[in-house]
């Protein structure tokens, strides 16, 4: 795991300066070939920051970026802003950045689908629709490395789930990694290897467990989110060992109280 | 029996409007309407600088529009100005000061209306072969930049995400604008070119439900209209220039019409 060939991006104390402040500072964290590593944090913590500079989309005001050679990348933005002067179907869109046979472009929507929606425009698809959609254009590149920024936003529920099982099945056929933001700590904690928590500094990073037990995220998420957690691991009725190397005894035992206090 | 100088107009005109319309349709995409118009107002300089230098007027065009297109590349809001009011700035700073330099160079039998309006009836055989191997090699090069400029006009981020280059395809595209504004000065004019990027390819919108069919169709409406223009500027002895704006307007409301009946 520590050999370097696998590594497809590493930020190495990266810092983005914009309009005189810093946005984010020293975000040091590497994505390898199946692994998925998920970005949480505060609104405003700079989340989407450390992806557009990873990215290359927002230019590193210190540090480095580096990226494996030929990296072929799957992009899932947030949002699509798309003019209305601008005709553009399902079926073309998925052919935006690279060229791809009709079949490919079926099989992609079918995967996440919306396959239904291949002949429709892209802004008259619904929120739940053009994520799917924009998953789909993403994975069809067939990317050594998918990143995807809130992929669940404007999606319901149960919809939810089966995205997030789409990405962690693309992780298993394509064999990429996977860098993403997510706000649903359930997805956090039972599909991610490395979580990295962001605000305008990296808090804590390390696997689920490790960063759930540090005190910086009970802080930021509260006790509410820390119940939620204890549910699905049912921290609290056994004791862990810390298996990450981030949090001390003491977090991890203030974190198992406020566990505890949280379900209460 | 069709009239020589009415047969280059038309062949000319067509090359023209094959050539401006999915330029403009791309224009429109990236909301850079604006950025058009600030070519074509810096076409006179050109003009001027030409009559100058004593080299042909399509060079000196050519070479201030694509000094202007460099500069819109560059241009950025500020935390005061957005971006169209400061390319709106230069564009009438441009135009005024060509229509001042063409009055100090241009001969006391010049015609500055030509400038501003073109003379498409007044083309020679030379000017049409121009004209059609100039349109084809430049839709050749917009062919070749077309995958990340449309990934630009969609969306910049994706585009720069999976290893296009959209900031190399928009300047190759602000650069094929100011070919095509040199290549067209005789045909528009400076005022009207504008009007054969745009009015095309917003009548197009209407029809298509693709990027490729939106650029086809506006070049198929700018043809038209070009025809149309050129046979009522014939047979009612109207300017040229303003009579294909005009067919390319009715063509434009043809459109907008129909597509409103039909929904």
Redesign the interface.
Same mark, same amino acid.
């Given at each position: 795991m520590t050999t370097g060939n696998d590594i497809l991006v590493e930020l190495d104390d990266v810092g983005v300066r914009a309009d005189g402040r810093w946005i984010v500072r020293h975000v040091s964290f590497a994505v390898r070939r199946r692994r998925i590593v998920t970005l949480i944090g505060p609104n405003g913590g700079g989340k989407t920051t450390t992806i557009r500079a990873a990215l290359g989309i927002m230019p590193v005001s210190e540090g480095e970026v580096r990226k494996a050679p030929r990296l072929r990348v799957g992009y899932v933005p947030q949002k699509l802003a798309l003019d209305p002067s601008l005709p553009l179907t399902v079926a073309r869109f998925m052919r935006l950045t690279a060229p791809a046979t009709p079949a490919e472009v079926i099989a992609a929507l079918e995967m996440t689908g919306v396959a239904h929606c291949m002949g429709r425009q892209v802004r008259q698809l619904s929120g739940g629709e053009l994520q799917r959609v924009l998953i789909a254009r993403a994975m069809l590149r067939r990317p050594d490395l998918m990143v995807l920024d809130e992929p669940v936003q404007g999606v319901d529920f149960a919809g939810e789930a089966a995205l997030y099982e789409i990405i962690g099945r693309l992780r298993d056929e394509l064999g990429c990694g996977v860098l993403l933001v997510s706000h649903d700590l359930h997805f956090v904690m039972a599909g991610t290897d490395h979580v990295v928590c962001i605000n305008s500094h990296i808090c804590c990073q390390g696997t689920p467990h490790a960063v759930a037990e540090t005190e910086e995220y009970a802080e930021l998420f509260g006790p509410a989110a820390l119940a939620r957690l204890a549910a699905y691991t049912h921290h609290h009725d056994h004791v862990h060992s810390p298996d990450g190397h981030v949090c001390g005894g003491d977090d991890c035992a203030r974190g198992g109280r406020r566990d505890g206090e949280g379900r209460s | 029996m069709i009239e020589p100088f009415i047969m280059r107009a038309v062949l000319a005109g067509l090359a023209a409007a094959a050539l401006t319309a999915p330029l403009g349709a791309v224009l429109?995409?990236?909301?850079a309407a604006i950025a058009g118009d600030a070519l074509a107002h810096s076409a006179l300089l050109g003009v001027a600088l030409a009559l100058f230098m004593g080299i042909a007027p399509i060079a000196g065009v050519g070479l201030v529009a694509a000094l202007m297109a460099l500069a819109v590349f560059m241009a950025r809001s500020s935390h005061s100005l957005p971006v169209d009011a400061r390319l709106g700035v230069f564009a009438h700073a441009a135009l005024a000061a060509g229509l001042i330099f063409i009055a100090f160079t241009m001969p006391a039998q010049g015609d500055v209306m030509g400038l501003l309006f073109g003379d498409i009836l007044a083309l020679s055989a030379f000017d049409v072969w121009l004209t059609g191997t100039g349109a084809l090699v430049l839709l050749g090069v917009l062919a070749l930049v077309w995958?990340p400029l %449309?990934?630009a =006009?969609?969306?910049?981020?994706?585009?720069? =995400?999976?290893? %296009?280059d959209p900031r190399r395809a928009v300047l190759v595209h602000m650069l094929l604008l100011a070919a095509a504004l040199a290549l067209a000065m005789k045909i528009t004019g400076a005022l009207l070119f504008t009007s054969l990027l745009l009015i095309p390819a =917003?009548a197009a919108?209407a029809v298509?439900?693709?990027?490729? =069919?939106?650029a086809a169709w506006a070049a198929l409406l700018g043809m038209l209209a070009v025809v149309i223009g050129l046979w009522g500027s014939w047979k009612w002895d109207a300017p040229s220039g303003p009579s294909i704006v005009m067919a390319a307007f009715a063509l434009f409301a043809v459109m907008q019409t129909a597509a409103a009946l039909r929904r």
């Open positions: - | 429109i995409w990236r909301r995958r %449309l990934a =006009a969609v969306s910049e981020e994706i585009a720069i =995400a999976e290893g %296009l =917003a919108r298509a439900r693709s990027p490729e =069919a939106m």
